[in-house]
């Protein structure tokens, strides 16, 4: 039962590397995408806003069909998809079919986030201690590597198909394989999951959507408008503008990665404020930076601030609606959570456009930093009930899983 859980885990984590990858290859070439299909600037915001709407309905349709297929199958086959929909959107030679590519990318990409997280969170609940960190951890290295590519196709100048084919030709087939290994965990049967855990509380996930809301608000600030924030109002050169992104992409991969040790030890209410407390560190050290390399210095704290939040508001949601309706209402929960992943990036980039515009973009960096803040009043919705893992109360054992997915 340890080789199962271990083989599930490292398969699962790869999934987070491979998406992490993907997703970054797609955001870091829009320049490109606007070039090849001359999309004009007016059209291009439309185009950005489809993919996480659409994602926010694959989402929604995410937590109907757990009820009926097992995370694991979903995982599967919406991973493949993504990767086929990145290298549609770079092939493509009209508009008509970057929207239909990009349309499968978000309603995939809904159902792929769900998914990994449900079985992140069922696994952790399996190990009996944080493990949760690790996979995000592994997405966010997947996005340096992904970033990394992008630029070699950018430097290169070459043709997006180019730069997407060999990473699909990779990552298609290595995680189809992985997926063999994917373990449920403890959710129920699939025949019981239509009357098992269905009635999830809104109220209860509220305080949790409002902290995802506001972690996505302050990492959509970041990578949208670090380099213009360095550029134009610290007064850096166009190379050193670029470097913030990679340094928060860096430290959040750092951050995650010894995070699991330190909810482990201090559990995770402390783990979220101090995270909440140096991510609006962060903040206030970009808002008040005299230059550049004081800037640089609040986007490293934003890294390692932010970088706690999502995955622990996960877990914490999968446990609060397991501990309260059962294991089914565990995936549910989490479906309906991801939704506003979508939300904070959606309203991120365009409330700190607005705000900058109309006020100062100095001015503009402390709103996220009052959002994140509010971190701080839930804070006590991520403690683990007594009886279970975490919070100084881990299991002594490893607890029985429920069957892996070999079967295709």
Partial sequence: MTDVLRRGRASLAFSFFAQGATFALLVTRIPAIQDRYSISDALLPAFLAAVPVLAGVGSVSTEQLVKRIRPSRLLRWSQPLVLLALLGAGAGGRIAELAVALGAFGLAVGALDASMNMLGVSLQRSYGRSIMLSFHAAYSLGGILGASLAWVGAHWHLALWVSYLPVVAVLLPATFLGS?????????????????????????????????????????????????????????????????????????????????????????????????????????????????????????????????????????????????????????????????????????????????????????????????????????????????????????????????????
Avoid at 311 to 323: D, I, K, Y
Wanted: hydrophobic share 45%; proline share 5%.
């Fill in 180 to 408: 063999r290994w994917y373990v449920d965990g403890d959710a129920p049967p699939v025949e019981e999951r239509g009357t098992r855990g269905g009635g999830v509380v809104f109220k209860l996930l509220l305080p949790l959507c409002l902290v995802m809301t506001f972690a996505y608000i302050g990492d959509s600030t970041v990578s949208n408008w670090s380099a213009k924030y360095l550029k134009d109002v610290l007064g850096s050169s166009e190379q050193l503008a670029t470097v913030p992104y990679n340094v928060y992409m860096v430290t959040t991969l750092l951050g995650r990665a010894i995070g699991d040790f330190g909810v482990r030890r201090f559990g995770a209410v402390a783990v979220v404020r101090l995270g909440t407390l140096v991510a609006a560190g962060g903040f206030a050290v970009v808002a008040s930076a005299p230059g550049a390399w004081a800037g640089m210095l609040g986007f490293t704290l934003l890294g390692l601030g932010l970088c706690v939040l999502v995955p622990q508001t996960f877990a914490a949601a999968g446990r609060l609606a397991f501990e309260s309706h059962g294991p089914g209402s565990s995936d549910a929960a989490i479906a309906r959570l991801n939704i506003f992943n979508y939300v904070g990036f959606l309203v991120g980039s365009p409330l700190v456009g607005a705000l900058g515009d109309a006020w100062s973009y100095r001015g503009a960096m402390l709103v996220p930093m009052v959002l994140v803040l509010v971190t701080l009043v839930y804070a006590r919705s991520f403690a683990a009930q007594p009886d279970r893992y975490g919070g100084g109360h881990e299991r002594p054992r490893t607890a029985d899983v429920g069957r892996g997915s070999n079967g295709l």
